[in-house]
């Protein structure tokens, strides 16, 4: 099988990132991570990149040129997909056209509820009875594309947002790469 390159998008912690690593090296899994854009210097997720030997690229999104820089990467590296995890900047319209490669993102919510930030609080806040996170193609609007793939779990009463930080996490850990194997399973 050949493996698409992928580049992994980041601004923080990166379990995410962490997981999908890992779970490309599987010889059946249908992309490999061969690249991480990170637009926080001190981003903790860096370091999966640096231990795992991937190479990786800081953007300073103040600068006027950031997105060609992206841009030129991604064609350096043949990228075919970007997955967005954790990525704390909206990606604009132009970089989504003139990019003209799949973007997804993950989302720790059931969208189309809670797009956005701070979505455990509000979903606490409001008393639902369920939660979980979603995986889902990047249009111009905010966590608006369709959807490929969401996993849920039911909230207990005495769950905090904090909790279900970690109960969603654990979740978007196997959703995320579910979400690839269902994209390409046909090709
Ligand atoms: C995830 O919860 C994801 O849903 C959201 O940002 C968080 C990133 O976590 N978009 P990590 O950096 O992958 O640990």
Redesign the pocket.
């Known amino acids: 099988m050949v493996k698409r390159n992928t580049c992994v998008f ?8 962490k997981s999908l690593i890992h779970n490309s090296r599987s010889h059946n899994f249908p992309v490999n991570i061969s690249l991480v854009i990170s637009n926080n210097i001190n981003a903790k ?1 860096l370091l999966h990149a640096k231990i795992n030997s991937i190479p990786y690229l800081i953007i300073d999104t103040n600068k006027r040129n950031f997105e060609n820089k992206i841009l030129y990467n991604i064609k350096k590296h043949k990228i075919s997909l970007i997955c ?4 704390m900047k909206i990606i604009s319209k132009s970089f989504i056209n003139k990019c003209g490669k799949k973007i997804i ?4 919510s059931l969208l189309p509820k809670y797009k956005g930030l701070n979505t455990f609080e509000r979903i606490i806040k409001n008393g639902e009875k369920k939660t979980g ?1 979603t995986v889902h193609f990047v249009n111009e609007k905010l966590d608006s594309g369709k959807l490929i793939i969401q996993k849920s779990f039911f909230i207990s009463k005495n769950d905090k947002a904090n909790i279900l ?1 970690i109960k ?2 654990k979740l ?1 850990h196997k959703a995320f790469s579910e979400a690839i194997i269902k994209m390409y399973r046909y090709n």
């Open positions: 980041i601004s923080g912690y990166g379990s995410n990132l997720g967005l995890a954790g990525y993102n993950i989302h720790p996170c930080k969603t996490q978007e």
